[in-house]
Each structure stands twice: as structure tokens, then as C-alpha cells.
């Protein structure tokens, strides 16, 4: 007799490094156990299988960045029950979101000798920007732990649980020395979303907030802080200029934000 | 509909087990190959123009993003790159945790690809996850590749922070030396893992291999007394012996349109035009192997020859089984350096950033990589120029799935693409990679 049919997961990619889909595979311990309760069903950095059917969870890693990812997305969306962003590009346009500032022709020009052989958008883009997104796993790269999380919440029918504070409360909770007060070095922890393990500080470095902007963050007060450090305020916009410079939290910079001003 | 029979298209749209985006079409009229064209559509993403202005203390974190699988490469050529430039040289502990690091990378990202990605080819299944639900002793196979697999992460996992997108590599050295108890505790998995790489070398050795030997040029670093990662001059099996200065006078790059990625070729001798696949040349661990397999410890050169096959090998398939050895290789080497570990005096050294040019080339898992950086007096970069090992191995993917096109003609379409693909997947390409670097170059600045 033929067991129920398995939920079928499928992976997409967008612009983006591979990073946060090679999670998957990087949960050695796990992957056995996921592709045991799931069905692979569409994962083009790990299987040979052809995009074909509907997907009960899809997970998109990348931004969008190119005329036919469009379609692309729409039809994820459309094959999908659940769709799950993984990762800075797929929630926040990614690095490659830089081009938004209205760099996009000059940077074509200047990387590409022929560029009327290149078709991209002039923006980067996050996913929700395109279609309904129903959850957004941040970071980059995201945290495998968190991945397995968010796959076994659908699997049971609830909703993921992520907290959304900052990388500083998750700093404090293990007991690391702060660097900012203990030895003056900028650390975004504050505004930062948790989810990394706060490995930053835990390395006697500052975040550079990889993680994306925590709920409600206040980037003005930081930003300010910053200054009184005497850290210029270009440093304070590449600071905040990475890879989730397009998220509306960093977007502004320091200045957008009310620094420069004090 | 089936193509006439004097003329026929091989292509495949979307390849899988790579990293990103990437596709293949092989025309042939009459018996005769028309046209091959490896495509990359990975969308660019411009990293070389958005790097302008920015401190090179951010070049380690910024170039990491370009691949996920093999960050740490990113992070090893820029940081050397940088370090040219601001006169750093690195006390031998931190120079040995540089390349502990590295070996964590190769183990990773060799594991990841002999099992996850290149030996369901050789095997006949889509994925390794199939492979592994095909039967117990399968199943077993896998589970100690991923074990295997987990070693090499822990190591990066320990002096970088995390698996991906390290976050402790720094200009100058580490944020944070690890302390000798951290890294002890990592040999046990490695002693494990070195019997685990033993069986992978015996193992890949009985893969079948098809005959497709042919002249290559191999490319790769080569250092006096090791095996190389991060340092060592550019040799190649027929004239090339170059710094990494001189890396521009003797490789270009050229655009085409049916890439998103640039290709990499040796610069000609002879100007004029050029023949199809003229200049091609082959980076990665058969490469290195075949040049470099002496610098390797001699229990790895002893499972080498107990696999009976011949090095100097020029049969690409055969790649399998030299990233098997590298696994060996780096293993042993990891244990080596953590036995002989003593904490720096700094996890970094002073400096002052200046203004300058500064090359390197370190060999990622899938070959060499190449950063060139020029920097203010601020130590604010001016430009950068990054060319990853999947460009470089382009126009030879391209060349072989030509050389391989009067045999796949003869197959039914599913296995000419299946077949096509797996000699792709011999380069392991990384087409994330190869995407958005290219020449970068501001005039009037």
C-alpha cells in the first residue's frame, strides 16, 4: 500500500551566492532526516529533478534582479502553497542592492565591455516586493538551526518561531563582554536582528549587521552614538550599506536617519 | 519531434548540481560540432563596481558574498591581496591558522561535491539524497561523506564563526586567535575523517571513468615545500612560471554574448584571430595534483599510487579521485597544524593602510582565484579585479563538451545531456562565482 504522500519542498534561487540554500546541505546531522520527511521535489543545487508540479513549501533564496526573474517568481508563487524567504537577498535585495542608488548603467559600463549583452533591472529587489511572501527567514547566510526550525514549524501546521529582537539582547543573554562600551569598537548589535548567535562580539569584533534590521530598531540613537565614537559619517552609511542596505530600516543611512545633525 | 538526422541540438537549460545558474547547447550539423556554448544566466550582481569606496578593511566580509560554498577562498585572496598592499607579513602561527582554515574550506567543499553533486553521474542517480534511499550500504556512504563533510565545516565553524560567510578573517590576521583547547578539540573528527578520506580515495579510484584524455594545460600555484593553498608562484605543464603580479600580462578575459561571466583564456603569443577554445586552460584539483602532487605528505602520495591510476592524468573525469586526495591532504594537514599550534602573541598585526597595487592568487577548492586591489592612502579601494577559478576553467568546459560531441550524437537525448553534464560537473563550477566579476576598471579617477 502507498504511504501518504510527503509535503513537497522546493528550492528556488534568485540573484544571490548559493549560500543560504547550501544551508541545507550543510545540516549534515539533518538532511537525511528532512529528505525523509519531505520530498525533494525541486532543488537544482542538489538533484537533477525537473521543475514540474505544485510545491506545499517553497524556499527562495535571492533577489530580484533581472527581467525574467520576474516570471519566475510569480510562478514559484503560483506552484506554492507556503513561500518562504531565505536569507538577506530574498528579504532585503541583498548586496547587489547597492545598484539602487541609480548605479545600475554605470556599473554595467564599467564591469562589462559589451554591456548591451547583459539584461538586468536597475534595482535589486527583495521577493515581498513581487509576490505575497508568507514568512521571511533573515540573515546572511541564515542560521541552519533556524532553516530546520522554519521547516519543521510548517511541517506540524504552525507558525515559525524566530525572534525579532536585536543581536544585543542576544549578546547580553550569553554573557559576552560588550564591545562598543568595553573597548569603543562600532557594533550595529542594536539595531541588528537576531538569529547569528551574536558570533560577532563573540569574536571581539563589532556586528556589521548581516542579519538585517531588528523589529522596530532605532538607527538614529546608533547612528548618533556612532558620531559621539567619532566615526565619520561615510563610514556610518557603508556601515549600513550592505548587504541589507535596501531594507527601509538602513536604507536612509546615518544622515536619513537623523545623524549629522547633533 | 526528433531533429534531422544530419543535424541535431543538445541542450540543456537549467544545469543542476552546480553552483547557480548555468546552461549548455551543442549544435552539430552533418557530424560535425556547429557550435558548444556554455551559458551563464546567473544574473551579475556588480561586485567589483560597488567595492569602490569602500575600506579594505570590509574587502574580507564584502568578497565572501560572492560564493557561498567557497567564502573563505574569497575572504584568503582578498586579505592577501590587501596585505601586499600595506606591506603586512603574517607571523608563522597566523599564517598557519590562514591555512587551517583553508583546509577546512577544501574539506567542505570537496566533500559536498564528490558526493553530493559528482558521484550520483557516475552512479546514474539525480541527487545523493536518491542514492542514499536506494539501499542501506548507500545510505551509510552518505552519512559518513556528510560526517565527513561536518569535520571540515568545524574548522571554519571554529576560526571563522560560522560555516558560511566566516566572520573572523581580518587585514592583518584573525579578530580572534582560537585558543589551543578549542582546536584540540577538533581532532578526534579529523582522526576520523582521516580513515573516512583513505576509503573516498579507494573508493572514487573504481568509479568507471570514460577515456577522454587530451593535452591540457593545467594550471596552479606551486610553493618550494607544500602543497598550496595560499601562496606559491603560477606554473603550468608548459611554459607558465609567474608571480602573482604578472597574472594580467599572461591571462585575459573576454566577453561573449552568450555569458553573463566572462572567460578567461591565456593571452596569445601571435596576435590576430584566435580558433574556437584557442587558449583554454584547466584549474583545480586535477590540476594541482598533477603539478603539485610531490609537495603533498608522502601517505597521500602512497594512496595515490595504490589507486593505480597514473599521474600526471589527463582524463577530467578523473578529477573525482584527485579531490579525494586534496581531502586526504588537508586533513592531514589540519591535524598537523593543530598539533603544532601555539597562540599568536596578537590575533593581528599593526599596520597603516597606504596607498597601492596589490595581487594575489589562492587556490579555492575548484582552482585558482585572483584578486588585484589598488587602494588611497586612506586605504579606501580605488578599484578591484576579481577573477574566480569557474571563469577560468569556462572556455575548457566548453572545449570538452566539443571533443565530446561526436560521441554524445550517437545517444539517445536523456543520456547526451546526462553525459554532457557530468563532464561539466568535473570542474565542479561555480556559477554564482563566475558571475559580476570581470574587468573592472574606472578611467579619469
Not at chain 2, 54 to 74: F, K, L, N, Q, W
Amino acid at each position: 500500500m502507498m504511504s501518504p504522500a510527503k509535503p513537497r519542498l522546493g528550492v528556488f534561487k534568485f540573484a544571490s551566492c548559493d549560500g543560504c540554500q547550501l544551508s541545507l546541505l550543510d545540516c549534515e546531522d539533518e538532511l537525511l532526516a528532512v529528505a525523509g520527511a519531505v520530498e525533494i521535489a525541486y532543488f537544482l543545487e542538489a538533484t537533477r529533478r525537473p521543475l514540474e508540479g505544485e510545491f506545499d513549501l517553497a524556499l527562495v533564496e535571492g533577489s530580484i534582479s533581472a527581467p525574467e526573474q520576474i516570471e519566475q517568481i510569480h510562478d514559484v508563487r503560483k506552484r506554492s502553497k507556503f513561500v518562504v524567504t531565505i536569507g538577506a537577498c530574498a528579504t532585503a535585495g541583498g548586496i547587489q542592492a547597492l545598484r539602487n542608488w541609480g548605479h545600475e548603467q554605470e556599473y554595467l559600463r564599467v564591469v562589462y565591455a559589451k554591456p548591451e549583452y547583459i539584461q538586468t533591472l536597475a534595482t535589486s529587489t527583495p521577493i515581498a516586493d513581487h509576490v505575497n511572501v508568507d514568512f521571511e527567514l533573515r540573515g546572511c547566510p541564515i542560521n541552519k538551526e533556524q532553516l530546520i526550525g522554519v521547516i519543521g514549524a510548517f511541517l506540524v501546521g504552525r507558525r515559525p518561531h524566530v525572534p525579532n529582537h536585536s543581536v544585543c539582547m542576544e549578546c547580553k543573554r550569553a554573557g559576552i563582554v560588550c564591545v562598543m562600551v568595553a573597548r569603543g569598537v562600532p557594533c550595529l548589535g542594536p539595531v541588528t536582528h537576531a538569529g547569528c548567535g551574536s558570533i560577532c562580539p563573540g569574536y571581539d569584533r563589532g556586528c556589521y549587521g548581516c542579519y538585517g534590521p531588528a523589529r522596530l530598531p532605532n538607527v538614529t540613537s546608533l547612528a548618533r552614538q556612532f558620531q559621539a565614537m567619532r566615526v565619520p559619517l561615510p563610514v556610518i552609511d557603508n556601515m549600513l550599506h550592505t548587504f541589507n542596505a535596501w531594507s527601509p530600516e538602513f536604507r536612509p543611512g546615518a544622515v536619513g536617519n537623523g545623524a549629522g545633525h547633533a | 519531434m526528433p531533429d534531422a538526422p544530419t543535424s541535431r541540438t543538445i541542450a540543456v537549460s537549467a544545469l543542476a548540481r552546480v553552483e547557480g545558474e548555468g546552461a549548455f547547447t551543442i549544435r552539430m550539423r552533418d557530424g560535425q560540432v556547429e557550435g558548444v556554448e556554455f551559458r551563464i544566466f546567473e544574473p551579475p550582481r556588480f561586485y567589483e563596481a560597488f567595492l569602490r569606496g569602500r575600506s579594505a578593511m570590509e574587502v574580507p566580509d564584502i568578497t565572501a558574498r560572492i560564493c557561498g560554498i567557497c567564502p573563505v577562498a574569497y575572504q584568503m585572496s582578498s586579505v592577501h591581496a590587501v596585505e601586499n598592499i600595506f606591506g603586512i607579513t603574517l607571523p608563522p602561527e597566523l599564517r598557519a591558522l590562514r591555512r587551517l582554515l583553508y583546509c577546512g574550506e577544501w574539506i567542505e567543499s570537496h566533500v559536498l561535491h564528490i558526493f553530493m553533486l559528482h558521484v550520483p553521474d557516475f552512479l546514474g542517480y539525480e541527487s545523493a539524497v536518491a542514492l542514499a534511499q536506494a539501499s542501506p550500504e548507500n545510505a551509510d556512504l552518505v552519512r559518513r561523506a556528510l560526517r565527513l563533510k561536518k569535520a571540515g565545516n568545524q574548522i571554519v565553524r571554529l576560526l571563522g564563526g560560522r560555516e558560511i560567510h566566516p566572520i573572523n578573517v581580518r587585514i592583518g590576521g584573525f579578530y580572534r586567535a582560537p585558543k589551543p583547547e578549542e582546536l584540540a578539540a577538533l581532532r578526534p573528527e579529523l582522526e576520523w575523517g582521516r580513515a573516512m578520506a583513505l576509503n573516498a580515495i579507494a573508493w572514487a579510484a573504481k568509479l568507471p571513468f570514460p577515456d577522454f584524455e587530451d593535452d591540457y594545460e593545467f594550471v596552479a600555484l606551486r610553493h618550494p615545500n607544500e602543497y598550496p593553498m595560499n601562496e606559491g608562484r603560477l606554473v603550468s605543464n608548459r611554459d607558465l612560471d609567474i608571480s602573482a603580479e604578472e597574472y594580467p600580462d599572461h591571462f585575459e578575459e573576454y566577453q561573449v554574448p552568450h555569458s553573463n561571466a566572462l572567460q578567461s583564456r591565456r593571452k596569445s603569443l601571435s596576435p590576430g584571430d584566435r580558433g574556437q577554445g584557442e587558449g583554454a586552460y584547466f584549474v583545480g584539483p586535477l590540476a594541482r595534483w598533477n603539478l603539485d602532487a610531490d609537495k603533498a605528505p608522502a601517505s597521500v602520495q602512497e594512496a595515490a599510487a595504490k589507486t593505480g591510476i597514473i599521474f600526471p592524468n589527463r582524463n577530467p573525469f578523473v578529477s573525482v579521485v584527485a579531490r579525494a586526495l586534496e581531502v586526504l591532504v588537508a586533513v592531514g594537514e589540519a591535524l598537523r597544524i593543530i598539533a603544532e599550534y601555539k597562540p599568536p602573541a596578537a590575533p593581528a598585526v599593526e599596520f597603516q593602510p597606504r596607498a597601492g597595487v596589490g595581487h594575489a592568487i589562492t587556490e579555492a577548492p575548484r582552482g585558482i582565484l585572483y584578486h588585484r586591489y589598488e587602494t588611497d592612502s586612506a586605504g579606501m579601494l580605488k578599484n578591484a579585479t576579481i577573477i574566480p577559478p569557474t571563469s577560468q576553467n569556462q572556455l575548457q568546459m566548453e572545449r570538452d563538451l566539443a571533443r565530446l560531441a561526436p560521441e554524445l550524437i550517437k545517444l539517445p537525448d536523456e543520456q547526451a545531456k546526462l553525459r554532457a553534464e557530468h563532464a561539466i560537473r568535473n570542474y565542479d563550477p561555480c556559477i554564482s562565482c563566475a558571475t559580476h566579476f570581470l574587468k573592472f576598471k574606472v578611467e579619469g579617477r
